[in-house]
């Protein structure tokens, strides 16, 4: 045993003598041995490289880690403590996808822009659209067009798409058409074609150039030949509304369509918006189902009500009921309160108060402060026959919160709760 451990001592020694030592290529005693502190002559550089490394493999569970997230995310925040750029970077996406560890996209911000403030210029380019889109935190037009410079000069193309639109929009730097103009221009040179809606976006408002229609419309077929998806959708709102094109409800619903399918998410809405519009020619329910269910799958809660809507008119609450239990596996508070409702009313399921309460309870403890969830609640228990327990819950509400029912009142016109039975 210990000529092994003299043995691995030598073996330390020499490779953390080299900062950029291929740690990929150790066995994982050594790299767990480096990475753990290792001899007096590893570095703290050398270490965090290790760590990292550690951490990658529990993350695919290959040379001979088992997989773990756990332990993962572990290796990744002593890396990242550590100062590497690289597991600081990783770090991040597991705070931003909750992958080993709770979801904190004030984490993710955090710990993407210490990774770019290490020239790890793709973090810089994540920094900045949290920062910009209010991710994590307030939005900081100012700290997003910093972190877009340094992804931009970085050669991330993505970057110099975000940078221009600060220039387009005078988001955090003063508007400057040149700018815009210029690093649009490279973002397209290395084939970053969503850069097309941008051009599109800025002659067909005017945005730090003069409008253009003929260069709005220009762009964006241009956009569209390339399937870049925002292209699609915007030329469907053009042909909706005639801003400058000619009005054709039937090309805009090809364009929503091409654009939809591309997976945008306004053209999906979009869709829906006619397909659940009665007074439409488009009306079609059953296609207003498909396209709210995707909104729905890609997290997007606002259509969670339109998807109940749609469902209870055609009378298909088991496909409803999959879909809610789908997403309240995923903490999704609006999705256990209507799988409440579902239980207790006995739609499409057999009626179990006990299994409405628990759906409800879940709810309120994922949003301790949102008080319909404990509405909900009273009026579930009612359901119930459980009265007095449901007017403690009420009384509860009142108390925590008593602008509730005052909104209520003025929302409704009539008093909230009124003739309770007793």
Same mark, same amino acid.
């Given at each position: 045993?210990?000529?092994?451990? $003299?043995? #691995?001592?030598?073996?330390?020694?020499?490779?953390?003598?080299?900062?950029? =030592?291929?740690?990929?290529?150790?066995?994982?005693?050594?790299?767990?041995?480096?990475?753990?502190?290792?001899?007096?002559?590893?570095?703290?550089?050398? !270490?965090?490289?290790?760590?990292?490394? #550690?951490?990658?493999?529990?993350?695919?569970?290959?040379?001979?880690?088992?997989?773990?997230?756990?332990?993962?995310?572990?290796?990744?925040?002593?890396?990242?403590?550590?100062?590497?750029?690289?597991?600081?970077?990783?770090?991040?996406? /597991?705070?931003?996808?909750?992958?080993?560890?709770?979801?904190?996209?004030?984490?993710? +911000?955090?710990?993407?822009?210490?990774?770019?403030?290490?020239?790890?210029?793709?973090?810089? $380019?994540? /920094?900045?659209?949290?920062?910009?889109?209010?991710?994590?935190?307030?939005?900081?037009?100012?700290?997003?067009?910093?972190?877009?410079?340094?992804?931009?000069?970085?050669?991330?193309?993505?970057?110099?798409?975000?940078?221009? $639109?600060?220039?387009?929009?005078?988001?955090?730097?003063?508007?400057?058409?040149? @700018?815009?103009?210029?690093?649009?221009?490279?973002?397209?040179?290395?084939?970053?074609?969503? =850069?097309?809606?941008?051009?599109?976006? !800025?002659?067909?408002?005017?945005?730090?150039?003069? @409008?253009?229609?003929?260069? /709005?419309?220009?762009?964006? &077929?241009?956009?569209?030949?390339?399937?870049?998806?925002?292209?699609? &959708?915007?030329?469907? %709102?053009?042909?909706?509304?005639?801003?400058?094109?000619?009005?054709?409800?039937?090309?805009?619903?090809?364009?929503?369509?091409?654009?939809?399918?591309?997976?945008?998410?306004?053209? !999906?809405?979009?869709?829906?918006? &006619?397909?659940?519009?009665?007074?439409?020619?488009?009306?079609?329910?059953?296609?207003?189902?498909?396209?709210? +269910?995707?909104?729905?799958?890609?997290?997007?809660?606002?259509?969670?009500?339109?998807?109940?809507?749609?469902?209870?008119?055609?009378?298909?609450? @088991?496909?409803?009921?999959?879909?809610?239990?789908?997403?309240?596996?995923?903490?999704?508070?609006?999705?256990?309160?209507?799988?409440?409702?579902?239980?207790?009313?006995?739609?499409?399921?057999?009626?179990?108060?006990?299994?409405? $309460?628990?759906?409800?309870?879940?709810?309120?403890? #994922?949003?301790?402060?949102? !008080?319909?969830?404990?509405?909900?609640?009273?009026?579930?228990?009612?359901?119930?026959?459980?009265?007095?327990?449901?007017?403690? %819950?009420?009384?509860?509400?009142?108390?925590?919160?008593?602008?509730?029912?005052?909104?209520?009142?003025?929302?409704?016109? @009539?008093?909230?709760?009124?003739?309770?039975?007793?």
């Amino acid at each position: 045993m210990c000529i092994k451990r $003299l043995i #691995l001592s030598i073996l330390v020694a020499f490779f953390c003598s080299h900062l950029y =030592a291929q740690y990929s290529t150790y066995d994982f005693s050594l790299l767990k041995f480096v990475a753990e502190g290792g001899s007096s002559s590893t570095s703290q550089s050398d !270490m965090a490289t290790a760590q990292n490394e #550690l951490a990658i493999r529990y993350y695919k569970g290959s040379g001979g880690a088992p997989q773990s997230y756990e332990k993962a995310v572990y290796w990744y925040s002593k890396s990242a403590n550590n100062g590497d750029r690289y597991a600081q970077n990783n770090l991040a996406y /597991a705070y931003l996808n909750g992958t080993g560890i709770a979801a904190d996209p004030s984490q993710a +911000r955090y710990w993407f822009e210490k990774s770019g403030n290490q020239h790890f210029h793709s973090a810089s $380019l994540m /920094a900045g659209k949290m920062y910009y889109n209010g991710e994590g935190g307030a939005v900081d037009y100012y700290r997003a067009a910093k972190l877009f410079k340094d992804a931009a000069f970085g050669e991330i193309a993505e970057g110099m798409y975000y940078y221009a $639109l600060c220039f387009a929009e005078g988001h955090g730097v003063q508007i400057d058409s040149t @700018k815009a103009l210029l690093w649009v221009d490279r973002a397209i040179e290395k084939d970053y074609y969503s =850069a097309y809606w941008l051009l599109g976006y !800025m002659y067909s408002n005017g945005k730090a150039v003069k @409008k253009d229609d003929w260069s /709005a419309r220009y762009y964006y &077929n241009k956009g569209d030949e390339l399937n870049v998806s925002g292209c699609q &959708n915007d030329l469907g %709102v053009a042909y909706a509304t005639g801003s400058f094109v000619e009005k054709d409800m039937n090309r805009a619903m090809e364009y929503y369509l091409k654009a939809a399918h591309n997976g945008n998410t306004t053209a !999906m809405s979009n869709l829906v918006r &006619n397909y659940n519009n009665k007074d439409s020619q488009f009306y079609d329910p059953s296609q207003a189902i498909i396209w709210c +269910r995707q909104l729905v799958e890609k997290g997007d809660e606002r259509f969670i009500s339109v998807l109940t809507s749609l469902y209870e008119d055609m009378g298909d609450y @088991k496909d409803a009921i999959k879909l809610y239990e789908s997403q309240a596996t995923k903490g999704n508070t609006i999705a256990l309160n209507q799988l409440a409702y579902y239980y207790a009313q006995g739609k499409g399921v057999n009626v179990d108060y006990n299994k409405a $309460l628990s759906y409800i309870e879940k709810a309120i403890s #994922l949003a301790p402060d949102d !008080m319909d969830y404990q509405d909900s609640k009273g009026e579930i228990l009612v359901m119930k026959g459980d009265i007095n327990k449901a007017k403690k %819950v009420w009384k509860l509400i009142n108390t925590q919160q008593p602008q509730y029912y005052e909104n209520w009142i003025k929302k409704y016109g @009539k008093e909230p709760r009124p003739s309770t039975p007793s």
